[in-house]
């Protein structure tokens, strides 16, 4: 019986020499780390917008940017300039250009970049005071102006 125990020791002793060699001696085949990396679909910039915007702009609301100058300048070329801007500028506020928006009224300001919600501007169109007389900007045409004072209200 005893001159067994020393081959099953023995045998024992080489699997276990086997066993904490084996990890080291089968190189776990790498996965191939999948290096497919789609060929940069560098998707185009659809719109006609700014640079800065695509600069600003990392990957997170890459929808549409609205641009002042070709969006948000007519609406208020077509609601709004025949008593702000022009002829006539009621209460100061010339909505003919960008710097007169951004400057405001005999009050001040009338929008707060960044912040569609506390801008007098879009409050009183919502709340149908302005234009006070003649047509309203459409749902669609007061969104672009709420879009665009939200991403900034940049002159772009
Ligand atoms: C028919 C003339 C008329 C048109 C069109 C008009 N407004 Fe006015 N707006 C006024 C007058 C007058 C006031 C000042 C008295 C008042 O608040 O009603 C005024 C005041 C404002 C004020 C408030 C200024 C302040 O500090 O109190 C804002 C903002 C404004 N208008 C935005 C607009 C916008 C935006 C449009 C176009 C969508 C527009 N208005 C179209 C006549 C007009």
Redesign the pocket.
């Known amino acids: 019986m005893k001159k067994f125990i020393i081959p099953i020791l023995l045998m024992l002793l080489m699997i276990s020499a086997c066993a904490t060699a084996t990890p080291q001696a089968t190189p776990t085949a790498v996965p191939a780390t999948s290096t497919s990396v789609p060929p940069t679909q560098t998707a185009l910039p659809t719109d006609t917008s700014v640079p800065t915007a695509e600069a600003t702009q990392s990957n997170e609301v890459v929808t549409s940017n609205i641009s002042f100058t070709n969006q948000v300048l007519p ?2 070329q ?7 801007g022009g002829i ?1 500028t ?4 010339n ?1 003919a250009s960008y710097d007169g928006l951004m400057f ?8 707060i970049p960044n912040n569609a919600n506390e ?7 919502q709340q149908g ?6 047509p ?2 459409s749902s669609a045409e007061l969104q672009a ?1 709420i879009d665009w004072i939200n991403q900034g209200a940049i002159n772009n």
């Open positions: 609406i208020f077509t609601y709004c300039v025949e008593c702000h006539r009621r209460e100061g506020l909505l405001g009224s005999f009050n001040g300001v009338v929008l801008s007098l501007l879009v409050q009183l169109i005071e302005m234009p006070n007389r003649g309203s900007p102006i």
